[in-house]
Structure formats: structure tokens, C-alpha cells
């Protein structure tokens, strides 16, 4: 790999995600690289990126589902609550996903930082469904942010 962005916009450390390359990735934060760069493509950081091909890669493989790239993104930095230039969360792409190890991740990171997240229905002043007590938020056509009802 080089530290130029390759023709499809793709930053280095992007693309270090996209090709789950934790050795290439880790050099690139080390050295200094953003772990919240926006690529030029979909306007999404890398941990989205992580999120998203952590989970089409256990579902597509058969292999189990890791959390390795989220991990080391998180630990050099990430924000775990920087959204898409479309306002996709990584926590709300996770609980999508059903990302169990992510989830658990941001919530940490989240609780360290003292990050409340909100969901865009919530930011809108949109009121959701009213969630079925018990059931999970997913079963209820609503995230699991937290927000107050």
C-alpha cells in the first residue's frame, strides 16, 4: 500500500479498512493519519467503513463476526459518534447490522467520552414508534440510542 489516495478517492487509511490490513492500518494511525477522515466517495469515516465491512464480511463469508478494525480505529482516536456527511452514526449502523462486539465497543468509548447520542428522529423533533417494553429496539422499527421518548 502507499500513502497515496488511489483512483476511487479512497484514503489510505480507508483503504487499509476496506482491505482489512490491521498491520497497515495501526502504521498509518501511529504515524499520524486521521481516524475521522470523510472518504470522497460516500462521505463516510472509517469507522463506518469498519462497521460496515466487519459485518458484509462474517454474513458473506460464513466466518465469524470480528470487531478487529473498530477496535484499533477506537483506540487511535476514532470518534464514536461522528456521523456520515448523512448523518449515519456508527452506532446506529452497528445496531442495523446487528454488530454485537461494535456496539459494545462504541458504547465504551461513548461512556468514556461522555457522549450522548441521539438519533436523526430525535434531532429532527420527529417523535418514533413507542417501543413494546421487552422487546428489542430493532423489533420496534426504532434505534437503541437512549433518547428520551
Known sequence: MTDDA?????????????????AELTRLLHAGHDPDEYDGSN?????????????????????PLNAACTAVLLAYGADPAKPSREG????????QTRHEMALRLLE???ELRG?????RLHRRGVSPPPRTPGA???????CACGCPK
Open 43 to 63: 462521505g463516510w469515516t472509517p469507522l463506518l467503513r469498519a462497521i460496515d465491512g466487519e459485518s458484509d464480511g462474517a454474513v458473506q463469508s460464513g466466518d
Open 6 to 22: 488511489d483512483q476511487y478517492e479512497m484514503s489510505p487509511v480507508h483503504l487499509a479498512v476496506e482491505m482489512d490490513d490491521l
Open 136 to 142: 428489542p429496539a430493532g423489533d420496534t422499527g426504532h
Open 115 to 119: 457522549t450522548r447520542l441521539e438519533c
Open 108 to 110: 465504551a468509548h461513548m
Open 88 to 95: 449515519l452514526t456508527p452506532y446506529h449502523l452497528a445496531f
